[in-house]
C-alpha cells in the first residue's frame, strides 16, 4: 500500500475535532454528506490513485479506507473486466475528459454485481486537474434485463432465421430490408446482395412486372396478396412460388413493413403439369379408342364418358354423368345392370354384363360392358374404369350360327334316317337273326323238357341262349333307336373298335346281299376316343354304305376294309377302303361337297356331313384313290391325354 498525500482535503479519519469554517471542518462536512447519501462516491488524484470513498462503499465492498485510499481505481473489480476498465481510465486520466465504463464489482460477501462508474475531472484556475470525482451506480438488474432482451432478441432473430419460409421483410417502398436463409437458398442472394434493393427488380421477371407492382399498390392499401406466380433466382432458372404478402402495421407508426413469404411450389406444379398432361392423354386416347370407355368416383357415381360413348348414345357428358346413363339402358335390363354392378362395385372386384343400349338413331343395340375398380398409385381406391363394346352383330352372327348348327344336326338326322332306311332290309334281317335263334332255342328248350326222361341241363342251356338271342335283338333295337333319335351332341369315352363292329353288324347282311365281303384290321388295345358315339356310328354308315355302293357299281364281289390304328402319339387312324368304281374321275376333290352325287337316289350329303363331324372332333377326313381298284377314305381322330397316356 502507498502512503496517502497530507495535502488530500478530503481525508478518512475521526473529524471529532474539526470545525465548521475551517477546511478541516468542510472536509469533515462534505465528508459526512458523501457519507450520508444514498450512493456510492469517490474521488482521485489526478494520477488516479484513489483519495477518497463514501462509508457507503467501503461498506459495500467489505474493504478499509486503507485497503482502498491510494490505490488505483480497480481494487474491487472483477479480474476478467479489470484490464479493459484499467485501460480505460487511464485513457481518459491522460486525455482530463470524463469517464465511464461498467464493470463488475465484488461486494463484501464475494460476489460480483455490475456497477456503472462515472468520474468527472475538476480543475483548478490554471485549467489543471486537480482532481476526479466519481460515482458508482449499480446498474446489475438493468444489466440482467438487457440480457434478458438480448436474448429474447437473439430468440426471434433465429426463428426468424430458420423460418422454412424464404421470407423478406420490405419497407413501404418494396425495397429490402431483411431475408432469411431460406430466401438465400430459394434465390441464391446472400443478404448483403439484396439489402436496400427493390425486391422487384431483383427477383420478378419482366413479363411479371405489371403484376408485381399491382401487388405493391393493394399491400399499400392494406391488402393483403396470395398467390400462385413465378420468380427468378440469382441462376436465372425461373421457380414457382406461393407468394403470401402482408402489410404489417403498427398501432403508433401506421404500416411500417410489409412480408413477403415465398414458397417454392415448382415440384408440386411439375406434378400438376405431368397429371394435367396424363390427363389429357388418358383423354385423347379414351377419345379415338374405338370402344366407349367410362370411370366413375369413389362414389360409383360415373363421372366420365369417353367421345365415342356420346357419339354412340348422342348424348350430352352432363346428361350421362351420375345415373343418367341408365336412362340409354332398356328399361328391361336396367334392374340387371344394377344387380351386377353394385354387389361388384361393394367389393371392388371386376365385373363383366350384356345389356342393350339405345343408340343416337333410337336402336337399342347389345353391348358387353365390363369395368374394374382402379386405385391411385398410392393404393387408395379411386373408383372404376370400364368399357363398353356393341356385340349386336356379334350376338346376331352367335345366334346365325347356332341357327346353322341346329339346321346341320337336323340335315345329320335326315341324313341317318335315310341312310338307315337304306339298311332297313339288311337291319330287318339283323333283327330278325337273333329272334328265329331265340325261337329255334325255344323249341330245342321244350324238346328236351318234352322227353319221358326231361333232360333238364340241356334245356336250362336252350333256355339261357334265348335269353342270349332276346338280349342281342334288343341291344340292335336300341342301337337302330340312337340312330334315329334327335338329340344334342354329347362327348362320351368311345371305343372306336367297338363302334366299328357294331356297325358291321347292322350292315352284314346288306354286304352279304351282294357278295361282299367285309374285313377287319384293328388294332388291338386302341385308347378310347372322346367322341360322340352316335356322330361316330354315322360316319361309320356313311363310309361303308359308300363303300357298298361302289362295290355293287362296280358289278363285281369285292372286299370292304375297315382298319383302325394308332397312327401316332396323340391319334387315332381309321380307314374304310373298297374295292369299287373308284372316285368320280376328275371330280375326286368334290366328293366332300353339300349335294354332289352321282347315284340317282343320292342326297349328296353323306360325306359333307361326315367331314363336318369329323372335324368338330378335331380331327380330319380324306379320301385318296386305290392304285388297283376303288378308293380308300380315312380319318383321324385326336386321342386325349389322359386316354393316350
Ligand atoms: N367309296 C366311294 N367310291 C367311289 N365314289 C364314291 C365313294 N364314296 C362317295 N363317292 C362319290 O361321292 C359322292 C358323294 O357321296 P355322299 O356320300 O356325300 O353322297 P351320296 O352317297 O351320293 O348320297 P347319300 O350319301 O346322301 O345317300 C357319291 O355320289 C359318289 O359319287
Ligand atoms: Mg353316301
Same mark, same amino acid.
Given at each position: ?140 438488474? *438493468? ?15 433465429? *426463428? ?101 413469404? #415465398? ?120 373408383? #372404376? ?27 345329320a338326322h335326315i341324313n341317318r334316317v335315310t341312310t338307315m332306311g337304306e339298311l332297313a332290309a339288311s337291319i330287318a334281317h339283323e333283327i330278325k337273326q337273333p329272334i328265329s335263334a331265340a325261337h329255334t332255342n325255344a323249341k330245342t328248350c321244350l324238346r328236351w323238357l318234352g322227353r319221358n326222361q326231361p333232360d333238364i341241363k340241356e334245356a336250362r342251356e336252350a333256355a339261357s341262349r334265348v335269353i342270349q338271342d332276346v338280349i342281342r335283338s334288343s341291344e340292335i333295337i336300341s342301337r337302330i333307336r340312337v340312330l334315329f333319335k334327335k338329340g344334342?351332341?354329347e362327348?362320351e369315352w368311345v371305343d372306336v373298335n367297338e363302334v366299328i363292329r357294331e356297325m358291321i353288324s347292322l350292315m352284314r347282311s346288306e354286304a352279304a346281299r351282294h357278295t361282299i365281303s367285309i374285313r377287319t384290321e384293328l388294332a388291338p388295345q386302341l385308347?378310347d376316343v372322346?367322341a360322340d358315339r352316335v356322330q361316330l356310328q354315322q360316319v361309320f354308315l356313311n363310309l361303308m354304305l359308300n363303300g357298298i355302293d361302289a362295290i355293287i357299281e362296280g358289278n363285281a364281289a369285292g372286299d370292304l376294309t375297315i382298319k383302325s ?9 381309321i380307314s374304310v377302303s373298297d374295292t369299287g368304281i ?17 347315284k340317282p337316289q343320292g342326297t349328296?350329303m353323306g360325306l359333307?356331313i361326315s367331314?363336318?363331324i ?15 381298284r376303288g378308293?380308300?377314305f ?12
Amino acid at each position: 500500500m502507498r502512503q496517502s498525500r497530507s495535502s488530500e482535503p478530503l481525508r478518512q479519519g475521526s473529524a471529532a475535532t474539526q470545525t465548521p469554517g475551517d477546511p478541516q471542518t468542510s472536509g469533515f462536512h462534505l465528508r459526512s454528506v458523501l457519507d450520508a447519501i444514498p450512493g456510492f462516491v469517490w474521488s482521485a488524484l489526478p494520477d488516479g490513485d484513489v483519495e477518497f470513498c463514501n462509508q457507503r462503499w467501503l461498506a459495500y465492498t467489505g474493504m478499509s479506507s486503507d485497503e482502498v485510499i491510494g490505490e488505483e481505481l480497480a481494487v474491487a473489480i472483477r479480474p476478467q473486466d479489470k484490464s479493459g476498465f484499467v485501460e480505460k481510465w487511464r485513457a481518459a486520466l491522460a486525455q482530463g475528459e470524463s469517464f465511464e465504463a461498467e464493470a463488475r464489482t465484488r461486494q463484501a460477501d464475494g460476489r460480483y454485481r455490475w456497477f456503472l462508474i462515472r468520474a468527472v475531472p475538476l480543475r483548478d484556475a490554471e485549467g489543471g486537474i486537480s482532481r476526479w470525482y466519481g460515482s458508482n451506480v449499480d446498474i446489475e438488474d *438493468l444489466k440482467q434485463a438487457q440480457d434478458e432482451v438480448l436474448k429474447q432478441t437473439s430468440r426471434l432473430d433465429e *426463428l426468424f432465421e430458420q423460418t422454412p419460409e424464404a421470407v423478406a421483410v420490405l419497407n413501404a417502398d418494396g425495397r429490402i430490408i431483411r431475408i432469411n436463409k431460406e430466401f438465400t437458398r430459394m434465390f441464391g442472394y446472400d443478404p448483403h446482395e439484396v439489402l436496400e434493393r427493390s425486391v422487384n427488380d431483383l427477383i420478378v421477371p419482366e413479363r411479371l412486372a405489371e403484376s408485381a407492382l399491382e401487388y405493391n399498390r393493394r399491400l399499400k392499401s392494406g391488402d393483403r396478396v396470395e398467390v400462385e406466380t413465378v420468380r427468378r433466382p440469382k441462376n436465372g432458372t425461373d421457380v414457382h412460388v406461393s407468394l403470401l404478402a402482408v402489410p404489417v402495421n403498427s398501432a403508433s407508426a401506421g404500416q411500417v413493413a410489409n412480408y413477403a413469404i #415465398y414458397r417454392d411450389i415448382t415440384e408440386r406444379k411439375r406434378v400438376e403439369e405431368r397429371l394435367l398432361e396424363s390427363e389429357v392423354r388418358f383423354q385423347a386416347i379414351a377419345d379415338t379408342a374405338p370402344v366407349m370407355i367410362w370411370t366413375t368416383g369413389t362414389d360409383g357415381l360415373c363421372n366420365y364418358f369417353s367421345k365415342p360413348w356420346l357419339d354412340f348414345t348422342g348424348r350430352t357428358m352432363q346428361q350421362e354423368v351420375g345415373m343418367g346413363w341408365t336412362e340409354g339402358v332398356h328399361p328391361d335390363d336396367v334392374q340387371g345392370c344394377l344387380d351386377r354392378f353394385l354387389p361388384a362395385f361393394h367389393d371392388r372386384l371386376p365385373f363383366r354384363m350384356e345389356y342393350r343400349l339405345r343408340r343416337a338413331d333410337g336402336e337399342y343395340r347389345w353391348v358387353d360392358e365390363s369395368g374394374i375398380p382402379r386405385y391411385t398409385p398410392g393404393g387408395e381406391f379411386a373408383g #372404376y374404369i370400364g368399357c363398353n363394346i356393341d356385340i349386336t352383330d356379334r350376338k346376331s352372327a352367335e345366334e346365325e350360327r347356332e341357327r346353322l348348327r341346329q339346321v346341320q344336326s337336323e340335315l345329320a338326322h335326315i341324313n341317318r334316317v335315310t341312310t338307315m332306311g337304306e339298311l332297313a332290309a339288311s337291319i330287318a334281317h339283323e333283327i330278325k337273326q337273333p329272334i328265329s335263334a331265340a325261337h329255334t332255342n325255344a323249341k330245342t328248350c321244350l324238346r328236351w323238357l318234352g322227353r319221358n326222361q326231361p333232360d333238364i341241363k340241356e334245356a336250362r342251356e336252350a333256355a339261357s341262349r334265348v335269353i342270349q338271342d332276346v338280349i342281342r335283338s334288343s341291344e340292335i333295337i336300341s342301337r337302330i333307336r340312337v340312330l334315329f333319335k334327335k338329340g344334342e351332341p354329347e362327348r362320351e369315352w368311345v371305343d372306336v373298335n367297338e363302334v366299328i363292329r357294331e356297325m358291321i353288324s347292322l350292315m352284314r347282311s346288306e354286304a352279304a346281299r351282294h357278295t361282299i365281303s367285309i374285313r377287319t384290321e384293328l388294332a388291338p388295345q386302341l385308347p378310347d376316343v372322346r367322341a360322340d358315339r352316335v356322330q361316330l356310328q354315322q360316319v361309320f354308315l356313311n363310309l361303308m354304305l359308300n363303300g357298298i355302293d361302289a362295290i355293287i357299281e362296280g358289278n363285281a364281289a369285292g372286299d370292304l376294309t375297315i382298319k383302325s390304328e394308332r397312327n401316332s402319339d396323340c391319334q387315332v387312324l381309321i380307314s374304310v377302303s373298297d374295292t369299287g368304281i373308284g372316285l368320280p374321275p376328275e371330280q375326286a376333290n368334290k366328293v366332300f361337297d353339300a349335294f354332289f352325287t352321282t347315284k340317282p337316289q343320292g342326297t349328296g350329303m353323306g360325306l359333307s356331313i361326315s367331314r363336318s363331324i369329323i372335324e368338330s372332333h378335331g380331327g380330319r377326313l380324306w379320301v385318296t384313290g386305290n392304285s388297283d381298284r376303288g378308293a380308300t377314305f380315312q380319318f383321324t381322330l385326336p386321342l386325349e391325354k389322359a386316354a393316350a397316356a
